[in-house]
Nanobody, 127 residues
Framework: QARFVESGGGLVQPGGSLRLSCAASGRTFSSYGMGWFRQAPGKERDFVAAISWTGGRTYYADSVKGRFTISRDNAKNTVYLQMNSLKPEDTAVYYC????????????????????WGQGTQVTVSS
């Protein structure tokens, strides 16, 4: 079973940028569909972005489309989330998640379809 560790969170002013990384252990990273989710205090865990095994397909929540970019480097066992034009409402704990389930295009948005999760990294957008 692979292990996933997020990094790159922090405090940033509105309009700023951050890049989150999620590094995977193990040799099967390229077989995982990967997603980023976030959870603000008192709220449910929400889908942010997802990327297919090869990186050929990406998906975004409407709230981040045009501002966030998900990418992956299978040679480095790492998935990234580039976050630009950050807003206070982006403040949350961000989690990366992995799934090996089939039909990724049908399930990418559902946190219940991901089987392995990182520990999360805090992102705070505030002046």
């Amino acid at each position: 079973q692979a292990r996933f560790v997020e990094s790159g969170g922090g405090l940033v002013q509105p309009g700023g940028s951050l890049r989150l990384s999620c590094a995977a252990s193990g040799r099967t990273f390229s077989s995982y569909g990967m997603g980023w989710f976030r959870q603000a205090p008192g709220k449910e865990r929400d889908f942010v972005a997802a990327i297919s095994w090869t990186g050929g397909r990406t998906y975004y929540a409407d709230s981040v489309k045009g501002r966030f970019t998900i990418s992956r480097d299978n040679a480095k066992n790492t998935v990234y989330l580039q976050m630009n034009s950050l807003k206070p409402e982006d403040t949350a704990v961000y989690y990366c998640a992995a799934t090996r389930r089939l039909f990724f295009s049908d399930i990418y948005y559902s946190h219940q379809k991901y089987d392995d999760w990182g520990q999360g990294t805090q992102v705070t957008v505030s002046s």
